[in-house]
């Protein structure tokens, strides 16, 4: 389960850079990655409903989560995922 001093990161990039500009019908790579941490051992039974835990903790550093983190685009339905 999360610790104390718990906190989660996702860093987002672009294949074209910091400052990429990206034209309508032009494809723009997004990256993410995430860091998390730190995870701690706790036993099951001091566990309340509503807490936050898994069976084994990720990776502190996870390099590469584009695919499974949610994007949202404005205007709604502007963009088109996994092309």
């Known amino acids: 389960m999360p610790g104390d ?7 987002l990039a672009t294949a074209q850079g ?3 500009v990206v034209r309508v019908s032009q494809a723009a ?12 051992a706790a036993d099951r039974d001091s566990l309340t409903a509503d807490s936050c ?11 590469e989560v584009a695919d499974n983190v949610t994007w949202h685009v404005e205007p709604p339905g ?5 092309v």
């Open 78 to 82: 502007s963009a088109i995922f996994d």
């Open 5 to 11: 001093s718990y906190r989660q990161a996702v860093h």
């Open 29 to 40: 790579v997004l990256h993410a990655k995430r860091e998390s941490g730190p995870w701690v």
């Open 53 to 63: 835990w898994l069976t084994s903790p990720p990776p502190p550093l996870e390099p």
């Open 18 to 20: 910091e400052h990429a």
